[in-house]
């Protein structure tokens, strides 16, 4: 953006933001998008009169989602009338906050980024991206721009509280982070899931919309869904098998499984022998953990064990899945990577009905626009806590700003983030941002992060903008493409996000020399591709992708254009070196090398670990503004079972203290046989009965954040991700 498309921009966003309410005379007008809250990517259906939201339903010709539709999706209509929305900047005012220009905003961002740069170099400026980052494309196109400007070591983001095991494990095997190989469940015959919860999240890594009906399609063809989780979950309860796990023990029973394999002669490679190297490595490694050795651990019979290996490698298809519930563990590396080995070693990777790698029409994989990652070239400051793909695991933030010394983090900018809430240790980092020399935040609310910040940059919310998943379709059970226009135009005096950006890295780069890197050509690519919209950038990367796409074409289908179902792309798609597999890297080995320790401990009689939970109209931590996805009986309840219970003395609707290493909530208790003994569980998302927070509607129904009891110091030793499912507490009344 140059000075007087700059000029033009703050001139058009200078009047107020306004709220117009259309005549009862408008026409009704239909309009279709994809919604972007979450991965499922569900097409939607709008009925709208002039800037009125009048009914939101699932789009039935949507040939991904078939008119499937969530609460969530309902309440977009809530969040784009909310009146605790901010349409124009603010600023903090002692206790208060005021109103800004957007030129007055963008003039303090950047002189108080620069000026903490200035007295303490460039990593004394923190960056942290929230889960919403990749459900925006304009903050893909333009943010990174202006992050990269920062020119800092600490950057963070929501990925350590979640996927960064995958990442890793996909970047070990397969040669790029973002090489995570989907389960084909519209084909397969048998489903094994560890620790997801689609029916709540349609699908979380495998973008899958409709869960319910394609979990119906898979027991009308004969096939099996096994679910392995120490709750019984919304998917729990519509499989055809449940086995209850102790929280952990994941890694431990996969590699019993593939012990099994070994043991029972069931190793199939099939197609996959000509590119994989390693086997009889995994088979040495495997060797302790004989599915009698960790039964007790896993609170799985051996038998069992040995009955879910025989039955997943013998399935005409089949494929393993784990989620976020065996991700955020002490042994989330170890436990993605024994999932990707336990499909390759069934001969279910790159199969009809196994595991598959997509094809999206935008490749961020095959041009190069996304990295492939890398691991351990540096680490973080206070506790040595290796990076991948440049991020350190945010389990550490609270230690870079609280710790003096060169290198302290003093100032943050928080993009579409709430780390208070969502990363562990909660209150820590609450105390943490409330002494920072400056923040920024880019967010349309006042909440228990943004409340810290000098200055708030506000972006349009999702139905003033256009959109097209530039992540999510590399995740997605079928290979599709779908532009969605802006159902409203942009309000005046608003801006979107990537005009925030770019205004914000023009004038950064023009206060700080130096501030933009590389040769001549690579500066000028930078400044062009700025100048860009969203939706131009887009139309280049269709142009220039695999299927040659023109966005025009893509544009003639509302409903979203249809590219047919995921196929075997081996070994063509793998970003290896040599295009081969080799399945244990050197890490796994170290680690297993230690012998298995912590992977076979036995709970101790009484012990309680804490476990998280996903609720299906709830987003995070940032859809409980919304009237209608909060009503109805509470839903921050810690859950615990009977036997539990009575030991305790705890009573069913009881008001009870949970406490663990790092602080304690009361919180009500619901009694249920649907989890396991030795398991108390609550949802994340909630907490919002902080000072200072400016959510009317949630402040209401504020519950308690699990995050105030989640350990920071508690992290898999592979990656540094937190381990939010390992929490040791105790109950009392």
């Known amino acids: 953006m140059n000075d007087r498309a700059s000029e033009a921009l703050l001139r058009a966003a200078s009047g107020a933001a306004t709220q117009t309410r259309s005549p009862s005379s408008a026409p009704v007008e239909t309009r279709y998008c994809v919604c972007n809250l979450c991965e499922a990517l569900c097409g939607l259906e709008y009925k709208v009169q002039g800037s009125t939201v009048v009914s939101i339903k699932g789009d039935e010709r949507d040939p991904f989602s078939r008119g499937h539709i969530c609460p969530k999706a309902v309440a977009l209509k809530d969040l784009h009338e909310d009146p605790d929305r901010l349409r124009r900047p603010v600023k903090r005012v002692g206790a208060d906050w005021q109103e800004i220009s957007w030129n007055e905003a963008f003039d303090l961002v950047v002189d108080g980024l620069a000026r903490v740069r200035e007295q303490h170099g460039s990593d004394a400026v923190g960056v942290y991206q929230g889960n919403p980052t990749v459900h925006s494309y304009g903050q893909l196109t ?66 899958a919309p409709d869960f319910r009906q394609r979990m119906k399609a898979l027991r009308e063809r004969g096939g099996k869904l096994v679910v392995i989780d120490p709750r019984r979950s919304e998917t729990a309860a519509i499989a055809d ?114 595991a598959l790698f997509t094809q999206p029409a935008v490749d961020l994989i095959a041009s190069g626009a996304m990295g492939p990652g890398h691991w351990g070239r540096y680490r973080s400051r206070v506790r040595g806590l290796p990076e991948f793909a440049g991020e350190f695991p945010v389990a550490t933030l609270a230690d870079e700003i609280l710790t003096p010394g060169e290198g302290q983090i003093r100032a943050m900018v928080v993009s579409s983030g709430n780390p208070v809430l969502s990363t562990p240790n909660g209150a820590q980092l609450d105390r943490a941002l409330g002494g920072l020399d400056f923040m920024v935040s880019f967010d349309f609310y006042i909440n228990e992060t943004s409340r810290h910040a000098h200055v708030i940059l506000p972006p349009t919310c999702a139905l003033e903008r256009d959109h097209y998943d530039m992540v999510f379709l590399h995740l997605a059970i079928r290979n599709v493409a779908h532009y969605s226009p802006a159902v409203f135009a942009k309000p005046d005096g608003t801006l979107h996000d990537w005009q925030i950006f770019a205004e914000l890295a023009r004038r950064y ?82 680690h297993l090398d230690q012998g298995p320790g912590t992977l076979l ?83 994340h998302g909630w907490g919002h009965g902080r000072a200072g927070v400016r959510l009317s509607v949630a402040s209401e129904h504020a519950g308690v954040s699990i995050n105030d009891l989640t350990d920071d110091q508690l992290v898999d030793p592979l990656s540094g991700n937190a381990a939010l499912n390992s929490v040791r507490v105790t109950v009392s009344v």
């Open 142 to 207: 333009h943010g990174l721009d202006f992050f990269g400007l920062l020119k800092t070591r600490n950057r963070y983001s929501a990925t350590s509280v979640d996927q960064l095991p995958h990442h890793m494990t996909a970047w070990w095997l397969y040669g790029h982070q973002l090489l995570i190989p989907i389960p084909d469940i519209d084909h397969t015959q048998h489903l094994l899931i560890l620790g997801g919860n689609p029916l709540a999240s349609n699908g979380s890594l495998m973008t």
């Open 241 to 354: 098998e449940h086995h209850f796990i102790r929280p952990g023990g994941d890694a431990a029973l996969l590699l019993a499984m593939l012990h099994t394999l070994f043991d029972e002669n069931l190793v199939h490679l099939g197609r996959l022998q000509a590119w994989v190297d390693g086997v009889d490595d995994v088979q040495a490694l495997v060797q302790p953990y004989a599915p009698e050795s960790v039964a007790q651990s896993v609170g799985i019979a051996a038998g069992e064990i040995r009955r879910l290996a025989r039955e997943l490698a013998s399935a005409e298809s089949g494929v393993a899945h784990g989620r976020m519930g065996v991700s955020v563990t002490e042994q989330g590396v170890l436990t993605q990577w024994a999932i990707q080995v336990l499909n390759i070693l069934c001969g279910n990777l790159d199969r009809v009905g196994g």
């Open 509 to 590: 780069e023009s206060r700080v020399p130096g501030a933009r890197r590389g040769s001549w050509s690579q500066r000028l690519i930078k400044r062009l591709m700025r100048r860009l919209r969203p939706d131009q950038q887009l139309a280049l990367a269709l142009r220039m992708g695999p299927r040659k796409l023109r966005l025009k074409d893509v544009m003639r289908h509302p409903h979203g254009l249809d590219l047919g179902p995921l196929q075997p792309t081996l070994p063509q798609r793998l970003r290896t070196s040599d295009r081969r597999i080799r399945l244990v890297p050197h890490a796994i080995r170290a």
């Open 601 to 683: 401990r036995v709970p101790e009689p009484g012990e309680l670990v804490l476990i998280g939970r996903r609720d299906q109209r709830t987003n995070n931590s940032w859809m409980h503004n919304a009237e209608r996805l909060v009503k109805g009986p509470p839903r921050c309840v810690l859950l615990m079972h009977p036997q539990d219970a009575a030991a305790r003395g705890v009573a069913d609707d009881a008001t009870v203290r949970v406490r663990s290493r790092v602080g304690d909530v009361l919180v009500p208790v619901s009694l249920t046989a649907e989890v396991a003994p030795g398991v108390v569980s609550l949802p």
